[in-house]
């Protein structure tokens, strides 16, 4: 294992780990393992809080925007965050942006328009997003921070493989003796991720890392169908927050997640 450079997730990001990272990192560092692999990085909520790394760290995307940031961030630091530079912190901004077809942009164009719609939208949400009231912080949109926090996330993703792939593709090519998978899926029964993954998926997933050779630590919702269909692993409750309600109103209410893993062979 050898330390990490801290970096701090580019954004928010509907599902994201920031109150039960410091745990899940904890449980992670006691599973040995040369290879670490996420199939639902988000923004990196676990992955970037981790303090130390193995030899071989892959993240992992369906979403095309998630995928094309974290690359670009790894290999146009300079020209993105130059073009990041010019947008300021609007609703008038915030909703062109959404208007905005990413088809028609570069892939820094993009990822700005990405990076700067998740700053900015209430809850991390990915589809549905809405311009986040902060009433007693100051804006998200601060380049001189920003700057320095993203050199930071381009310098902690040189050694990484960025993949954006179907998760069940992405545990299939790195599965192995020594492979340590942390899952964060779209939650169940949770609308706003962008991506469709239904309780179909969620069986076929129970089924597949029934059958790994490495090891897995998966982070969801507690549902009596979680519960039912990854019965055959041990769960563990674990008490959290979530921010809830309206952009202006947005409070938090205290939740149980489970914790699912698996035993080594």
């Known amino acids: 294992m050898r330390a990490t450079i801290a970096a701090n997730p580019p954004a928010a ?3 994201g780990k920031r109150n039960l990272a410091k ?3 904890a449980i992670i560092d006691t599973i040995p393992h040369r290879a670490y692999i996420e199939p639902f990085v988000g923004m990196g909520g676990v992955f970037l809080r981790r303090g130390k790394a193995p030899p071989v760290e892959v993240i992992n995307d369906l979403s095309g925007d998630v995928a094309n940031l974290f690359r670009v961030v790894r290999r146009h ?3 993105f965050v130059d073009e990041f530079g010019w947008l300021l912190a609007s609703r008038a901004e915030f909703e062109r942006q959404i208007q905005l077809d990413p088809a028609g942009l570069t892939d820094i164009e ?3 328009r990405f990076l700067y719609l998740q700053r900015l939208a209430f809850g991390g949400k990915v589809t549905g997003r809405t311009f986040g ?3 007693d912080q100051s804006s998200r949109i601060q380049h001189s921070v920003m700057r320095a926090e993203l050199r930071k ?3 902690r993703l040189e050694p990484v493989t960025i993949e954006q792939l179907p998760y069940q593709d992405v545990i299939r090519r790195y599965d192995g003796q020594g492979a340590l998978f942390y899952l964060d899926p779209p939650y169940d029964e949770t609308t706003g991720y962008g991506t469709g993954f239904g309780r179909a998926d969620f069986v076929a997933l129970a089924a597949q890392l029934a059958g790994i050779a490495g090891q897995f630590v998966m982070s969801i919702n507690d549902t009596p169908f979680i519960r039912e269909t990854f019965a055959p692993f041990a769960i563990k409750e ?3 927050t979530w921010t809830v309600s309206s952009a202006s109103t947005g409070r938090r209410t ?3 997640e489970l914790i699912i893993r698996n035993q080594p062979r």
């Open 77 to 79: 630091y300079e020209p």
């Open 133 to 135: 009231v902060r009433r």
């Open 238 to 240: 674990v008490q959290t």
């Open 254 to 256: 205290k939740v149980t």
């Open 23 to 25: 745990r899940l990192c």
């Open 153 to 155: 996330l381009h310098h």
């Open 13 to 15: 990001y509907l599902g």
């Open 110 to 112: 993009r990822a700005v």
